[in-house]
């Protein structure tokens, strides 16, 4: 037993030397349709915002939009004032 080596799987061959080819892959059509099975059931484990939720996370969301353009603008008209400063002195 100890000297048995393992068999290895040879494949078959076809005439030429080519090698036959099993198909074990599923067809297109299998794949896609196991695909959407799998997403449909996924997408049952989801636990939705409620339309609450969602009106308030939007809020926030706009309102920090709001508040980074403020800041933003803020920042840009001192640089722009500060830029004019400059050129004026060297000017």
Do not use: C, H, Y
Request: aromatic fraction near 8%; charge should be positive; glycine fraction near 6%.
């Amino acid at each position: 037993m100890a000297n048995e080596e393992k068999k290895t799987a040879v494949p078959a061959q076809a005439k030429g030397g080519a090698v036959k080819r099993t198909n074990d892959k599923p067809g297109f059509m299998q794949r896609v349709k196991k695909w959407f099975r799998e997403m449909k059931s996924e997408l049952k484990k989801v636990v939705w915002p409620t339309r609450q939720q969602i009106t308030k996370n939007t809020a926030v969301a706009l309102v920090m939009m709001f508040a980074s353009a403020i800041v933003l603008w803020g920042f840009d008209s001192l640089a722009s004032a500060g830029i004019k400063a400059l050129i004026t002195l060297v000017g």
